[in-house]
């Protein structure tokens, strides 16, 4: 199977779901059927040490292809509501025009941040503001056997997925970071900074973003489980269900909450990637805060371990910055820390 055809099959079995079928060159296949097919055509060239040896470039060019291809998706799909995302040739500059509504003409200071490890620099004004959004190398290494997934206990989506995670973090890292930085340059009254959840504040909050647009929150779980009302009047059996299955109200006052994923830095399980003190509050129709840029390609290559495994590594130009106005507020609730307790 050529190269082309290699890439189609393992875009198709990094994004099957286990329960459905696929179509493929005609046929129907089933997820573990697309994966055993692309397992036998992997084996073909790579089946054995001087095989993977003198085919690993080709299956490197398959990985670089299926990241490039899957991984902007997947930021699409986790930070799509509150990110701007766009990819760019190698060389080539991130631009991010900011729009100029008439409310923002009338009312609404804008500026940007600059954070994270590149950062974010105006570079030219237009009818609007257009900025340039630098990028900056990430790398990433996964200790895995190539042989796992040729003799059938590891699917070329969990292969892909332990090659695209350290990105994922590295990603997620930087937009808290860039929106921490920007929460420090909002006005004194779009934030508020508490020990615990105060209903008052929050409602504050929410209607100053909500005459720009009715706001969405975006928190972590943690932020979200501590959003309930303090008078029990408010309470009906539909939240106390939904609360009671969910661990949270999916909607507070008419507020959609969106709850980011959260993870932990290392096995340890000491530490969380995510500060969960903050909760996002932005409005819909507002210039979405965050920006991420891809640069160029995905690089793939290997080191062979002292004990003959194999270490993948991945290299990726990338940029994320936050460009802020004040028509988004957040609220830090100080007691809710990124260190397990």
Same mark, same amino acid.
């Given at each position: 199977?050529? /190269?082309?055809? #290699?890439?189609?099959?393992?875009? #198709?079995?990094?994004?099957?779901?286990?329960?459905?079928?696929?179509?493929?060159?005609?046929?129907?296949?089933?997820?573990?059927?697309?994966?055993?097919? /692309?397992?036998?055509?992997?084996?073909?060239?790579?089946?054995?040490?001087? #095989? @993977?040896?003198?085919?690993?470039?080709?299956?490197?060019? /398959?990985?670089?292809?299926?990241?490039?291809? *899957?991984?902007?998706?997947? *930021?699409?799909?986790?930070?799509?509501?509150?990110?701007? +995302?766009? %990819?760019?040739?190698?060389?080539?500059?991130?631009?991010?025009?900011? !729009?100029?509504?008439?409310?923002?003409?009338?009312?609404?200071?804008?500026?940007?941040?600059?954070?994270?490890? $590149?950062?974010?620099?105006? *570079?030219?004004?237009?009818?609007?503001?257009?900025?340039?959004?630098?990028?900056?190398?990430?790398?990433?290494?996964?200790?895995?056997?190539?042989?796992?997934?040729?003799?059938?206990?590891?699917?070329?989506?969990?292969?892909?997925?332990?090659?695209?995670?350290?990105?994922?973090?590295?990603?997620?890292?930087?937009?808290?970071?860039?929106? +921490?930085?920007?929460?420090?340059?909002?006005?004194?009254?779009?934030?508020?900074?508490? %020990?615990?959840?105060?209903?008052?504040?929050?409602?504050? /909050?929410?209607?100053?973003?909500?005459?720009?647009?009715?706001?969405?929150?975006?928190?972590?779980?943690?932020? $979200?489980?501590?959003?309930?009302?303090?008078?029990?009047?408010? @309470?009906?059996?539909?939240? !106390?269900?939904?609360?009671?299955?969910?661990?949270?109200?999916?909607?507070?006052?008419?507020?959609?909450? &969106?709850?980011?994923?959260?993870?932990?830095?290392?096995? %340890?399980?000491?530490?969380? *990637?995510?500060?969960?003190?903050?909760?996002?509050?932005?409005?819909?129709?507002?210039?979405?805060? &965050?920006?991420?840029?891809?640069?160029?390609?995905? #690089?793939?290559?290997?080191?062979?371990?002292?004990?003959?495994?194999?270490?993948?590594?991945?290299?990726?130009?990338?940029?994320?910055?936050?460009?802020? %106005?004040?028509?988004?507020?957040?609220?830090?609730?100080?007691?809710?820390?990124?260190? &397990?307790?």
């Amino acid at each position: 199977m050529e /190269l082309k055809d #290699l890439t189609k099959l393992a875009k #198709l079995a990094v994004n099957v779901k286990p329960s459905a079928t696929y179509s493929f060159e005609g046929e129907t296949f089933t997820a573990s059927e697309i994966n055993e097919t /692309l397992r036998k055509e992997l084996n073909a060239i790579a089946g054995n040490y001087h #095989l @993977y040896e003198q085919n690993k470039h080709t299956i490197f060019a /398959l990985v670089e292809q299926v990241v490039d291809d *899957v991984l902007p998706q997947r *930021v699409i799909e986790e930070y799509g509501r509150f990110a701007e +995302i766009t %990819t760019v040739a190698q060389g080539d500059k991130a631009i991010f025009r900011q !729009k100029i509504t008439a409310a923002s003409r009338r009312r609404a200071k804008q500026f940007i941040t600059k954070a994270g490890l $590149a950062g974010v620099y105006e *570079v030219f004004k237009l009818d609007g503001k257009s900025y340039e959004l630098p990028v900056t190398a990430f790398g990433g290494a996964a200790q895995i056997s190539i042989e796992e997934f040729l003799d059938g206990r590891l699917d070329f989506n969990e292969l892909v997925d332990i090659v695209m995670e350290g990105l994922d973090e590295a990603i997620y890292k930087e937009i808290e970071t860039a929106l +921490i930085a920007a929460a420090n340059e909002l006005s004194t009254v779009n934030k508020h900074t508490d %020990t615990s959840f105060k209903e008052t504040e929050m409602d504050k /909050l929410l209607s100053i973003a909500d005459s720009y647009g009715r706001s969405t929150i975006y928190c972590t779980f943690e932020f $979200a489980a501590t959003m309930m009302p303090s008078d029990a009047s408010w @309470y009906s059996n539909d939240m !106390k269900e939904a609360r009671w299955n969910n661990g949270y109200l999916a909607n507070y006052k008419g507020h959609d909450v &969106v709850v980011l994923n959260q993870s932990l830095t290392d096995e %340890t399980n000491s530490m969380k *990637v995510i500060d969960p003190a903050y909760a996002w509050i932005i409005p819909t129709g507002a210039d979405k805060p &965050v920006k991420i840029a891809f640069e160029g390609q995905t #690089l793939v290559d290997d080191r062979k371990n002292d004990d003959w495994s194999r270490e993948i590594q991945v290299y990726r130009k990338l940029g994320v910055g936050a460009l802020i %106005t004040n028509n988004i507020c957040v609220y830090k609730n100080e007691t809710l820390t990124k260190e &397990v307790k």
